[in-house]
């Protein structure tokens, strides 16, 4: 098909696209927008804090930004909510080329364009990039970088290449994922200089000069200090304002070069907004829940629209451990690993989300994966609890944080320091114990200095609990499975190092009106909004007595 477009290809219920199983979830309906569903008090709220719309920073990566801004700054390849990558052909278009070393063409379109009207050029992907390569100067969180050897792009083209170093390439898809792009030309502004000067300084490669850039791309795009000039979107919303309570108002994009979205304007509100009072409004739609019951939410009660709907998800929720301190030591995580234990971290979280959850022990592949079963002579040894072998770390302290308060995760918590305790490892459940979120940002880390030196820095944290995307968490030689051979190397090596130590498949939970179209259940990064341009209220005027199929 000659350029399909994107947003029509990801609503059609065929079953050559989503999978068969997503037929019946689909709707027929294609109704005319009612007056209600064209308003701003459309609203949709998601489990953590909004404190930024970029998904690459180690804070937006901790609170999976990608709910609010993957209709914002749009992916290369969309995950579908069967684990499909799909490409996003109205943006770019792709080519992998043969040969030894990988390297990936971008054919950018001449009708993607921001909010502001500039032009999307290979500048905003040079910077992703750049940001990507340098974690520690610019606080990213994208590990896929660590692959790519370089990106060649000459200033306000619309053509790119990236050059992988030899040997690697397999996961090039899951690259410039979905609220990592970002406005270069907005930084460039902010930075006081042009496009050309922009792509000049990111190809210099010094710290001094790369420091106000990170600066920018960094902090730029924090909501608390709103700049809507800094918030230029290429994708179906851009962001009118801010509220009070940290909601986020989305309209519709006029620049989109896309179908326009089926609801015009969305508030987006964070976790800790009073839920109660938005859905006492009726205007509360959808609801990504950080809790399968909420204590305001009556299913049962005379006039509820709100159907809820818990499934086992695709991420692992895993610790990830500092990179400075004693649980930077791979023998010390080894030990650990050796008395947290998978199966009551499960059970834990099954019996707090009221969804069975399986333990995890792999790393390279979601539970849900057909080729996890071919791991498990390597995943079996790490099943059990040895308390002799976990004492190699004993009198140690484990402080854990997790992105919001959540009693299923301090549930998950208190599985740990249960079992650890006899081992002589102190585990301490930072985020109960001060009611306030964790990010990556504070764990102990090693930063770098100002004229370029490495610098430690002592961290708040020594490990986050936090929902893992295999897909784009760890480099990974192969995804198919005729190199499982080198999968299977990976995953020895990942336990080996233990940069994270996975525990259990993710419980998720979400509300959804009765009345609402086009909603698909979807359990990656971007959450159940994935594909929130083609929601739709039916008119008042339909038969809303039939409860939606998820």
């Not at 109704?31 to 180690?58: H, M």
């Not at 054919?107 to 520690?136: E, R």
């Not at 502004?189 to 792509?199: I, Q, R, V, Y």
Request: hydrophobic fraction near 40%; charge should be negative; proline fraction near 7%.
């Amino acid at each position: 098909m000659d350029r399909p477009n994107l947003v029509r290809a990801l609503s059609v219920c065929a079953s050559v696209v989503l999978g068969a199983s997503l037929v019946a979830s689909c709707s027929s309906d294609t109704p005319g927008a009612s007056d209600e569903s064209t308003t701003s008090q459309f609203s949709y709220q998601v489990p953590v804090d909004l404190p930024t719309t970029n998904a690459g920073t180690d804070v937006g990566a901790s609170k999976y930004t990608q709910m609010l801004s993957a209709r914002l700054y749009p992916g290369v390849f969309v995950a579908g909510p069967s684990g499909q990558m799909i490409p996003n052909t109205d943006l770019v278009r792709t080519q992998a080329l043969p040969g030894a070393q990988r390297i990936v063409q971008y054919t950018l379109s001449d009708q993607a364009v921001f909010s502001d009207g500039a032009p999307v050029t290979c500048t905003d992907y040079l910077l992703t990039f750049t940001a990507g390569k340098n974690p520690a100067l610019f606080g990213s969180f994208m590990p896929l970088f660590e692959e790519v050897e370089r990106l060649d792009c000459a200033p306000g083209s619309k053509t790119f290449d990236v050059v992988f170093a030899p040997g690697h390439g397999a996961q090039w898809r899951e690259l410039f994922g979905p609220g990592t792009v970002l406005p270069a030309h907005a930084v460039a502004e902010k930075l006081g200089t042009d496009e050309a000067g922009l792509n000049a300084q990111l190809g210099s490669r010094d710290v001094a000069t790369l420091r106000g850039v990170a600066q920018v791309w960094r902090d730029g795009f924090d909501l608390a200090n709103f700049d809507p000039a800094m918030h230029a979107s290429f994708g179906p919303y851009t962001i009118d304002s801010v509220g009070e309570a940290g909601q986020v108002n989305l309209v519709a994009n006029e620049r989109y070069y896309g179908d326009a979205p089926l609801t015009s304007e969305v508030v987006v509100w964070p976790g800790a907004a009073a839920s109660a009072q938005i859905n006492g409004t009726g205007n509360l739609r959808v609801a990504d829940l950080a809790e399968p019951n909420p204590a305001w939410l009556d299913i049962n009660a005379e006039g509820n629209e709100l159907d809820v709907t818990s499934v086992v998800g695709s991420l692992t929720e895993s610790l990830t451990f500092s990179e400075t301190g004693p649980w930077s030591l791979a023998t010390n995580r080894q030990a650990l690993s050796k008395c947290a234990d998978p199966n009551a971290v499960a059970a834990a979280s099954s019996a707090a989300a009221g969804v069975e959850v399986p333990a995890v022990l792999t790393h390279v592949l979601s539970h849900n994966d057909p080729l996890a079963r071919r791991f498990d002579d390597i995943v079996a040894p790490h099943a059990g609890v040895d308390i002799a072998a976990a004492s190699a770390a004993g009198g140690l302290e484990l402080r854990v944080g997790y992105a919001h308060p959540s009693p299923r995760m301090a549930a998950m918590v208190e599985s740990i320091r249960a079992t650890c305790e006899p081992a002589g490892i102190s585990v301490i459940d930072v985020t109960a114990s001060t009611g306030a979120g964790a990010t990556l940002r504070e764990l102990g880390r090693v930063d770098v200095g100002e004229w370029g030196e490495d610098v430690v820095v002592e961290g708040t944290i020594d490990a986050m609990l936090r929902p893992v995307n295999p897909q784009t968490e760890y480099t990974i030689p192969s995804t198919r499975a005729a190199d499982l051979d080198a999968m299977r190397k990976r995953e020895t090596e990942l336990w080996d190092e233990l940069p994270s130590l996975p525990l259990a498949a993710q419980p998720r939970s979400f509300a959804v009106d009765r009345k609402l179209t086009n909603v698909i259940v979807y359990t990656g990064p971007t959450g159940i909004g994935w594909n929130m341009d083609r929601w739709q209220l039916r008119p008042a005027s339909a038969d809303n007595s039939a409860p939606k199929a998820p």
